[in-house]
């Protein structure tokens, strides 16, 4: 079992929520996601997965649900 965790910004509400974990769901090997959502500010999203995830993809997945990650401290 794999942990990632990714800071997120854009998130408003819990449309956004669920938009984020479906795409992050998705994704090969994914088996939870648990989005911690901040309202206007930088949320953060842990996906427990089978295998290490490629950075890559998590972005394209967020990106396609409409947000961006953000590097850790920024």
Known sequence: MSTTTVN??????????????????????????????????????TISSSAPLDAASIDDAVAEAGYTVVPAGS
């Open 8 to 45: 997120i910004t854009g998130m408003t509400c819990g449309h956004c929520v669920s938009a984020v974990q479906s795409e992050l769901s998705a994704l090969p090997g994914v088996e939870t996601v648990d989005v911690e959502l901040v309202n206007g500010g930088t949320s953060t999203a």
